[in-house]
């Protein structure tokens, strides 16, 4: 098939990347539908009283693949730099440097804790542990022993996912604990100042998906944003094209499609295909959960809160489960006079916390802010909230089976890609979700037809990926 056409669902980094690269490689015309009035997804950026803020802690990490961080560095300019994190966490009363270090460690741990941790560690060395086992709380016992998983992960966990850590997959510990073992923390303790940095743009986090989204409208791709895809009929028996319904307030369009690539939830691909799949797979759609999150803006009218980028708060005496200051990404000191807070409340859309109005919201922040010994130093002039409906994927215990289910399905129907955060149903990092993006650019090769078994040893290779915050 010569110049194919490609629909791409959602305009988030996979979305908006693999559409600048399909125009940039010339593989494939390009139609991309957003929902949203802006690119970016959960990954986005926004303006709050004259400062950009993200949804939430976002930063680019080193470990991005190097094509991917040319690509970004040469579309950003001056615009992108590096900084070494300035993050602590509240650990039983005290702040600890983020990431962990080795003198700030013995400095400060809570000595209880340091001497169970230390204890642990030494009955690790020796043989006869128990096992791994295939639960969150299994794994990361078997591997850091008790007293950082009751303190710690454990809370931590509870917070996060809504869920007893009994309850989690093994899979969710080894692929969000990156210091999932005493060997992966030493290690940490050991690396040089400066491993643990990050990249940040001027202009916030969203500044990545959106030079994509410009490049990508610059080299021909068409663009829709505010228009939610509502249906996908497929292709007719014997040949066709497939038809992408797509519609925004009372408007609707619909456009033909050679391939349709989508990054919108897998979940939700189910239900808008017509003809619809197998009751199984719609039973397994139904069992496919994501938690959410509230994000709580609150202004202040200060020049600076801390020096501090991120405040981690595990444990479960506060809602947060993290407070960042945006301004500090870049280390930006403008706008002066004025910075912007953010803190982050995962939660179930069915919790009272996702309908609570702005005013209460504030309450239960600075009430928090309070108790985790970070008052708000002056009242905070305005307060603004934000929900993510799709924040992280949960891994219950035995949520392979449905996702598998799902997976086998949409794997079996031609012309149809699911990939990126939503359409994997992986816990990723924005570089993830554009390596994705990239990967599925190679695999459609010059004829125009997708190489699936390439896909397929992609698809291995996201597997490795593990999620840093
Ligand atoms: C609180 C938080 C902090 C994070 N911190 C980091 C970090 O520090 N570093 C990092 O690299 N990553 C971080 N991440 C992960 C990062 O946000 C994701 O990896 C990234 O957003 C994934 O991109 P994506 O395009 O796959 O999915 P998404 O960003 O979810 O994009 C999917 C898009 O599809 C759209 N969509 C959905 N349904 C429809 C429909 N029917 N029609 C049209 N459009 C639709 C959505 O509006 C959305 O724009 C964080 C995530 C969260 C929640």
């Given at each position: 098939?010569?110049?194919?056409?490609?629909?791409?669902?959602?305009?988030?980094p996979?979305?908006?990347?693999?559409?600048?690269?399909?125009?940039?490689?010339?593989?494939?015309?390009?139609?991309?539908?957003?929902?949203?009035?802006?690119?970016?997804?959960n990954?986005?950026?926004?303006?709050?009283?004259?400062?950009?803020?993200?949804?939430?802690?976002?930063?680019?990490?080193?470990?991005?693949?190097?094509?991917?961080?040319?690509d970004?560095?040469?579309?950003?300019?001056?615009?992108?730099?590096?900084?070494?994190?300035?993050?602590?966490?509240?650990?039983?009363?005290?702040?600890?440097?983020?990431?962990?270090?080795?003198?700030?460690?013995?400095?400060?741990?809570d000595?209880?804790?340091?001497?169970?941790?230390?204890?642990?560690?030494?009955?690790?060395?020796?043989?006869?542990?128990?096992?791994?086992?295939?639960?969150?709380?299994?794994?990361?016992?078997?591997?850091?022993?008790?007293?950082i998983?009751?303190?710690?992960?454990?809370?931590?966990?509870?917070?996060?996912?809504?869920?007893?850590?009994?309850?989690?997959?093994?899979?969710?510990?080894?692929?969000?604990?990156?210091?999932?073992?005493?060997?992966k923390?030493?290690?940490?303790?050991?690396?040089?100042?400066?491993?643990?940095?990050?990249?940040?743009?001027?202009?916030?986090?969203?500044?990545?998906?959106?030079?994509?989204?410009?490049?990508?409208?610059?080299?021909?791709?068409?663009?829709?944003?505010?228009?939610?895809?509502?249906?996908?009929?497929?292709?007719?028996?014997?040949?066709?094209?497939?038809?992408?319904?797509?519609?925004?307030?009372?408007?609707?369009?619909?456009?033909?499609?050679?391939?349709?690539?989508?990054?919108?939830?897998?979940?939700?691909?189910?239900?808008?295909?017509?003809?619809?799949?197998?009751?199984?797979?719609?039973?397994?759609?139904?069992?496919?959960?994501?938690?959410?999150?509230?994000?709580?803006?609150?202004?202040?009218?200060?020049?600076?809160?801390?020096?501090?980028?991120?405040?981690?708060?595990?444990?479960?005496?506060?809602?947060?489960?993290?407070?960042?200051?945006?301004?500090?990404?870049?280390?930006?000191?403008?706008?002066?006079?004025?910075?912007?807070?953010?803190?982050?409340?995962?939660?179930?859309?069915?919790?009272?916390?996702?309908?609570?109005?702005?005013?209460?919201?504030?309450?239960?922040?600075?009430?928090?802010?309070?108790?985790?010994?970070?008052?708000?130093?002056?009242?905070?002039?305005?307060?603004?909230?934000?929900?993510?409906?799709q924040?992280?994927?949960i891994?219950?215990?035995?949520?392979?089976?449905?996702?598998?289910?799902?997976?086998?399905?949409?794997?079996?129907?031609?012309?149809?890609?699911?990939?990126?955060?939503?359409?994997?149903f992986?816990?990723?990092?924005?570089?993830?979700?554009?390596?994705?993006?990239?990967?599925?650019?190679?695999?459609?090769?010059?004829?125009?037809?997708?190489?699936?078994?390439?896909?397929?040893?992609?698809?291995?290779?996201?597997?490795?990926?593990?999620?840093?915050?």
């Open positions: 098939m010569a110049d194919p056409h490609v629909v791409v669902l959602g305009g988030g996979a979305g908006m990347g693999a559409a600048y690269q399909l125009r940039r490689t010339g593989s494939a015309s390009v139609t991309l539908f957003e929902q949203n009035e802006v690119v970016g997804g990954a986005g950026s926004f303006e709050v009283d004259g400062v950009r803020v993200d949804f939430g802690s976002h930063r680019l990490h080193a470990a991005c693949d190097p094509e991917i961080l040319a970004i560095r040469t579309m950003l300019g001056d615009d992108f730099d590096f900084f070494e994190r300035h993050g602590r966490i509240r650990l039983r009363g005290k702040w600890l440097h983020f990431p962990i270090k080795a003198l700030d460690l013995m400095l400060h741990l000595k209880g804790f340091a001497l169970g941790a230390f204890r642990d560690m030494v009955r690790k060395a020796l043989p006869g542990g128990p096992a791994e086992g295939d639960t969150f709380a299994s794994v990361l016992r078997a591997n850091l022993g008790p007293t998983c009751e303190h710690f992960y454990f809370p931590y966990a509870r917070k996060m996912w809504g869920e007893e850590p009994e309850r989690l997959s093994g899979i969710q510990a080894h692929k969000r604990v990156s210091a999932g073992t005493f060997q923390l030493l290690k940490r303790l050991a690396s040089p100042p400066g491993k643990g940095g990050y990249y940040y743009m001027r202009r916030g986090y969203g500044q990545i998906t959106e030079a994509y989204a410009k490049e990508a409208e610059r080299l021909g791709a068409d663009v829709r944003l505010g228009w939610r895809v509502s249906g996908l009929r497929r292709p007719p028996e014997g040949g066709g094209r497939w038809a992408v319904d797509a519609t925004r307030g009372d408007e609707s369009r619909t456009v033909e499609a050679d391939y349709v690539w989508s990054t919108i939830p897998v979940s939700i691909v189910a239900r808008l295909i017509d003809p619809p799949p197998p009751t199984a797979v719609l039973e397994a759609a139904a069992q496919i959960e994501y938690r959410s999150m509230v994000l709580v803006y609150l202004t202040l009218d200060v020049d600076q809160f801390t020096t501090t980028d991120a405040h981690y708060f595990p444990e479960e005496n506060v809602w947060l489960t993290r407070l960042s200051e945006p301004k500090n990404y870049f280390r930006s000191t403008e706008p002066r006079g004025r910075t912007v807070l953010c803190a982050e409340i995962p939660c179930s859309v069915e919790d009272d916390v996702w309908t609570m109005d702005d005013d209460a919201l504030a309450a239960l922040v600075t009430r928090d802010m309070e108790t985790a010994g970070i008052p708000v130093p002056v009242p905070p002039s305005a307060v603004r909230s934000r929900r993510l409906r924040a992280y994927p891994y219950h215990m035995g949520y392979e089976v449905p996702l598998g289910v799902l997976d086998d399905w949409i794997g079996s129907v031609p012309g149809i890609l699911s990939y990126g955060r939503q359409g994997l992986a816990h990723d990092n924005t570089h993830h979700a554009l390596f994705m993006a990239y990967s599925a650019v190679r695999c459609l090769n010059g004829s125009g037809s997708f190489d699936h078994e390439r896909w397929a040893e992609y698809r291995e290779v996201f597997k490795t990926h593990v999620v840093e915050d």
